[in-house]
Nanobody
């Protein structure tokens, strides 16, 4: 199984980006998903998460601005980021709990850089 993240880039403050993360391989189901970020000199932090049942939670710093979603038919997850701020600058990683037949594991994408200029 591989997770391929894309959609990062350079955007001005107040702008928007949509990150995508496509899972490939012999996937039986995708359970919980999440987006994390890591800024230079800081620890990786949870930005947004969604359970298999659709319950979501967000870091306080992104509530009302970011939205996590998924397309089960495409095995793809998204992070819509609006009203971006310079402090959102970081490498963003997708994470998914994926079941292959009877075995479940956590997988990480390779990270995509988001840079927000002031």
């Amino acid at each position: 199984v591989q997770l391929q993240a894309s959609g990062g880039g350079l955007v001005q403050a107040g702008g928007s980006l949509r990150l995508s993360c496509a899972a490939s391989g012999r996937i039986s189901s995708i359970n919980a998903i999440g987006w994390y970020r890591q800024a230079p000199g800081k620890e990786r932090e949870l930005v947004a998460a969604s359970s298999s049942g659709g319950n979501t939670n967000y870091a306080d710093s992104v509530k009302g601005r970011f939205t996590i979603s998924r397309d089960n038919a495409k095995n793809t997850m998204y992070l819509q980021m609006n009203s971006l701020k310079p402090e959102d600058t970081a490498v963003y990683y997708c994470n998914a709990n994926i079941r292959i037949l009877l075995k479940t594991n956590n997988y990480w994408g390779q990270g995509t850089q988001v840079t927000v200029s002031s």
